[in-house]
């Protein structure tokens, strides 16, 4: 019996192991990058901020493709909770804040905190939603696979 498990080992390391790292080696390393939309909140939520994560979430989801494919996330972020402190530091977070993250590999290379979404009134959805796809559109320019024209 032990024979057989040490042929078994014989047969792994000469054939089946120096296939595996041809195939790695062959398979081309492809940095991944992806734009994180990052929604911030705190325990206490109004009324006007539940309208910006919707209209914020909206203007994500005009990007069905990326999302899918993965070069598009959305994140909602309680920043009031222990392990989520740090992101009001890394961004300047001064209250509820919706943020761009280019990210590869998982470092940041860019982000982008879109202050001006506090000057949107109510009746302002759509303005808004478009600043933020537009946004997204730029960010995604930087990612790979085809270029990003207009959300859908």
């Not at 998982?106 to 808004?128: H, L, P, R, T």
Request: hydrophobic share 40%.
């Amino acid at each position: 019996m032990q024979q057989l498990h040490k042929k078994i080992r014989q047969v792994v390391m000469l054939l089946i192991l120096p296939l595996f790292f041809v195939v790695l080696l062959s398979t081309p390393s492809q940095a991944k990058t992806q734009v994180l939309v990052q929604y911030f909140h705190g325990n206490v939520r109004c009324q006007t901020c539940l309208s910006f994560e919707a209209w914020s979430k909206k203007a994500v989801d005009g990007f069905p493709v990326e999302l899918a494919d993965g070069r598009l996330q959305w994140q909602l972020i309680n920043f009031d909770l222990p392990e989520n402190k740090h992101y009001i530091k890394d961004y300047t977070l001064a209250d509820k804040s919706l943020v761009l993250v280019l990210e590869e590999d998982g470092k940041i290379i860019s982000w982008k905190n879109v202050e001006e979404f506090w000057g949107f009134g109510e009746d302002e959805e759509q303005k808004f939603v478009s600043l933020v796809q537009n946004l997204i559109a730029d960010y995604l320019k930087n990612t790979t696979g085809e270029e990003q024209g207009k959300p859908e």
